[in-house]
């Protein structure tokens, strides 16, 4: 990809000069613009995009009436701080109002890490309790208190002490099953590890589980039907709060506006983010009044949660997924790129496996189907290459194995053939 003359490596240069090598490893691509579901760098090459930023961008990039709103809001206000405005009150209705009626009151933060953080000093303030359930492979943030709870090594490993009453359990990884086990015959015995693991760990101060309704960061890892209804109707038994964490998978990615939808979640907390601004930063904590009452005045909120410009923008992608029937397309692509993929895996061995809903999804690689040892290099790989012929891909997971596929919603079938043609062609090369 290395060319002495472009743009691109002039700012790769100041990227190395000017940056710390702590941000996540990405092809050699300098963005220019986006629209839509492709991107042009800076020398003016054009990609399909598979990646929407990281699951942000919903709407597909650049969206004009997304643009228009934020630019007229920010020729009008951009923060009042905790001053009410009808920005922000609007869309508090909007989204109190597409939820299920119990999640009453929503509160407007800037980042999914920082809905995470609010949403375990509510727990705990809410139980005065402080243990939390959380799982392996699980990623809620960079932040302390998300970042106890993470159970990705890397996220967690030279930072001790961590805060305390993080409980780690399995998550359903049924292509790599800690118990060898085979799902539905299993059973889903991972629920009652769930409950002897607890029993040991917990001293007696259980305040909360959180989960997501699929993992992202560990390798887009999806739960068999009906283990997060059990992991709720569990949590119930044990008085225990139950946060979900759907700062990913909400705005139509899974093909429903909400990844509750999916078996009827009701979960006591709410997080979103990501798509909920479809790249305009905003999150937000959505709750119970009986759980959120708890706090006195000033004991949550945030200086940027909330501003106008934010909420002017989240109130135009939710205008946008509603009149261009994002939701729907995201579940009718989705089947149909998925149905592509799994082609994919037919022909080449080097993929052993393909999961996923709607818009999002993992493609992961292994040396050998039989053994399903992980191939890292063989992700990296097929991502600088895919990147190479026009195809803007990027890979993750606890092995860093699993290539993402998660493009902006508003892709099309004639995009998904031609991204699925790059993909087949990078594949028969290797």
């Not at 999640?103 to 139980?127: M, N, Q, W």
């Not at 191939?375 to 997971?397: I, S, Y």
């Amino acid at each position: 990809m290395s060319n002495p003359c472009s743009k691109t490596n002039e700012f790769l240069e100041m990227s190395r000069k000017y940056e710390p090598g702590c941000m996540n490893w990405q092809a050699p691509v300098v963005w220019d613009h986006a629209r839509g579901a492709e991107i042009w760098d800076v020398d003016g090459k054009s990609y399909i995009d598979w990646t929407s930023g990281v699951l942000v961008a919903n709407v597909g990039h650049a969206h004009p009436r997304l643009a228009e709103a934020v630019g007229v809001q920010a020729s009008r206000l951009l923060n009042p701080f905790d001053f009410p405005t009808p920005e922000r009150l609007r869309l508090a209705q909007k989204i109190v109002e597409s939820l299920p009626a119990h999640l009453d009151k929503v509160i407007f933060v800037t980042t999914g890490s920082e809905a995470a953080d609010a949403a375990l000093r509510l727990v705990k303030r809410y139980t005065n309790k402080y243990e939390i359930v959380s799982f392996w492979g699980g990623f809620h943030g960079r932040t302390f208190g998300p970042m106890s709870l993470s159970g990705i090594p890397k996220i967690r490993r030279n930072y001790g002490p961590l805060v305390p009453g993080a409980i780690l359990v399995p998550y359903p990884y049924c292509y790599r099953c800690p118990f060898g086990k085979t799902h539905p015959e299993c059973g889903l015995s991972c629920l009652d590890f769930i409950d002897e693991s607890v029993r040991i760990q917990s001293s007696g101060s259980l305040a909360a589980v959180i989960v997501e309704p699929y993992q992202g960061t560990a390798g887009f890892i999806f739960p068999p039907p009906g283990f997060l209804k059990k992991l709720e109707t569990w949590a119930r038994k044990k008085g225990l709060v139950f946060i979900l964490d759907e700062v990913q998978a909400s705005y139509g990615r899974t093909g429903t506006m909400w990844a509750l939808e999916h078996e009827g979640l009701e979960p006591d907390v709410l997080l979103l983010g990501k798509g909920i601004g479809s790249g305009v930063p905003i999150a937000a904590v959505v709750t119970r009044s009986e759980i959120i009452s708890c706090l006195e005045s000033g004991e949550l909120s945030s200086t940027m949660g909330g501003n106008p410009l934010s909420c002017a923008g989240a109130l135009a992608v939710f205008d946008i997924i509603e009149t261009e029937g994002l939701v729907e397309k995201a579940a009718k692509n989705g089947a149909y790129l998925k149905e592509k993929l799994l082609g994919l895996a037919a022909k080449h061995a080097v993929i052993g496996d393909v999961r996923g809903l709607g818009l999002v999804m993992g493609i992961e690689f292994v040396k050998d189907r039989a053994t399903k040892a992980p191939a890292p290099d063989v992700a990296k790989q097929v991502v600088l290459r895919c990147v190479e012929n026009g195809l803007m891909v990027g890979k993750l997971g606890t092995h860093g194995n699993v290539m993402r596929v998660a493009p902006p919603l508003v892709i099309t079938p004639e995009l998904i053939d031609r991204s699925v043609s790059i993909l087949d062609k990078v594949l028969s090369g290797l």
